[in-house]
């Protein structure tokens, strides 16, 4: 793994054109594996700096690329209708559709429930909400309390029915100590 490192440093040293640490380079006076491979990469390195391209690309041949590259390109027309179909997906289309089909039905509702309560008088309204209240104070109270009564009366009832069947007995004192 050491010699892994060393390697990488060396190598990187060589593609940044900087001199080895001077840590590195007494590593690699040491070591036979580490300067054979310095050597070996600062050879390479110089063979493929001072390397000429043998080869130039023809016009013909680029131009035919391009040709076949324009070829393969699909018809803008076509690209502009597949556009909204993958920029919105299909539930989100749904749930527009749902969003508008709620939004229209509870305007129209509005509307209606609107037009109904102008026809109607407000002093009416005023009166039936007056007398709904004096019922709802008078009777709430009986209703609300009404079960609790009523559980009362059936305690009430079956502890009489205990003392007729049990005989009885003295009731329980406490027992009071005296010091």
Do not use: Y
């Not at 559709?97 to 026809?119: D, M, P």
């Not at 008078?138 to 049990?166: F, V, Y």
């Amino acid at each position: 793994m050491k010699t892994w490192l060393s390697k990488w440093k060396i190598s990187n040293a060589l593609d940044n054109r900087k001199p080895l640490s001077p840590a590195m380079e007494c590593a690699v006076a040491e070591s036979e594996e580490l300067r054979s491979f310095a050597e070996r990469s600062a050879e390479l390195d110089r063979a493929l700096k001072n390397s000429r391209r043998d080869f130039e690309t023809s016009m013909e041949l680029h131009a035919g690329i391009m040709r076949a590259v324009r070829a393969a390109e699909p018809d803008a027309v076509s690209s502009r209708q597949t556009f909204w179909p993958r920029l919105i997906p299909a539930t989100a289309l749904v749930l527009l559709v749902f969003f508008g089909v709620f939004a229209a039905s509870h305007f129209f509702r509005e509307q209606a429930t609107v037009s109904k309560r102008i026809g109607m008088s407000s002093l009416a309204d005023a009166s039936s909400a007056i007398e709904l209240s004096g019922k709802l104070v008078s009777e709430l109270p009986d209703a609300a309390l009404s079960p609790l009564n009523d559980e009362g009366l059936r305690l009430k009832h079956d502890l009489a029915n205990a003392k007729k069947i049990s005989p009885r007995q003295p009731p329980l004192t406490p027992a009071v100590t005296s010091s």
